[in-house]
């Protein structure tokens, strides 16, 4: 079920693909890094979701419970990953989304986010709808992510979409990149 979908200008037209929605469970290291996982049934798709915040000045419209994160989306069954940056808003019960614009960012971080913006885009969502911290948390990891346990992480379960997640098309650009002299 592919679909077009027009972002920003009335000319810019960005191909978004299917939408896949589903529960994330995500952990949030004390480190500022996250790990966890999407599951969406009765598909029986489960990624792996790993991300790091970027160490960056921070653009100074925003707010001091902002910053910017590098995830990426592993497909377990392919072995195949696909980055994305997003913004994470809400400390510790933490909301996903693309950067609407990466204006005002250091350089090397609006070249990343735009970068991605090419003929396709991953768009993320991502709402904390349980939050989980000290033995919950403790004991969930164990349960679900127990190379996790004892860090001392809060966990976060709630509602994730994604669309535009193409591990095929991801392998044939980097493919591509290489032969280009």
Partial sequence: MEEEKEVGEASKEVRVGEVKEGVASIALL??????????QLPQSICYGLHGTELACE???????????????????????????VVECRGHDAARF???????????????????????????????????????????????????????????????MSISGLDFEAEEADSKQDLSTP
Avoid at 62 to 84: A, F, H, W
Avoid at 138 to 152: A, T
Wanted: charged fraction near 35%.
């Fill in 30 to 39: 004390p480190s500022g890094s996250l790990s966890g996982h999407f599951i």
């Fill in 58 to 84: 921070m653009e100074c419209s925003r707010g001091e419970d902002y910053r910017l994160i590098k995830l990426t989306i592993i497909d377990y069954n392919s072995k195949k990953e696909q980055t994305v």
């Fill in 97 to 159: 989304r693309n950067i609407d614009h990466a204006h005002g960012w250091e350089k090397d971080i609006v070249d990343m986010v735009e970068q991605k913006e090419g003929k396709k885009k991953v768009l993320i969502s991502f709402e904390c709808e349980t939050l989980k911290s000290d033995k919950a948390a403790e004991d969930h990891i164990k349960q679900f992510m127990p190379k996790l346990s004892g860090l001392d992480a809060v966990v976060n379960i709630g509602r």
